[in-house]
């Protein structure tokens, strides 16, 4: 089992930023694909973005391209979600997902383990 505690989350206002944290813990060499997905109230989640472990491939969703990064910290276990210049539609609960093979990124259904999420506002 692969356990993922998402952190960093919070209330800030538009154009600023945050960085969200994914620490990964058990067995963690299961690990193949690392994502992070959003959920607006009354909305589906969606894909944010995702990298393979060994930072080999990346992704993004459209409406974040040019303002989110992904990147990782093998050493530590975690993947990080650089969010800059956000505006009030970014406004959704976050959450990582790990997956223990190659997958296309955007299908959350192919993702085989979830954080419980966190919450980020953004104010106008």
């Known amino acids: 089992q692969v356990q993922l505690v998402e952190s960093g989350g919070g209330l800030v206002q538009a154009g600023g930023s945050l960085r969200l944290s994914c620490a990964a813990s058990g067995r963690t060499f299961r690990i193949y694909t690392m994502g992070w997905f959003r959920q607006a109230p009354g909305k589906e989640r969606e894909f944010v973005a995702a990298s393979t472990w060994s930072g080999s491939s990346a992704g993004y969703a459209a409406s974040v391209t040019g303002r989110f990064t992904i990147s990782r910290d093998n050493a530590k276990n975690t993947v990080y979600l650089q969010m800059n210049n956000l505006k009030p539609e970014d406004t959704a609960v976050y959450y990582c997902?790990?997956?223990?093979?190659?997958?296309?990124?955007?299908?959350?259904?192919?993702?085989?383990?979830w954080g419980q999420g966190t919450q980020v506002t953004v104010s106008s």
């Open positions: 997902a790990a997956a223990s093979r190659i997958v296309v990124f955007s299908a959350l259904h192919e993702y085989d383990y």
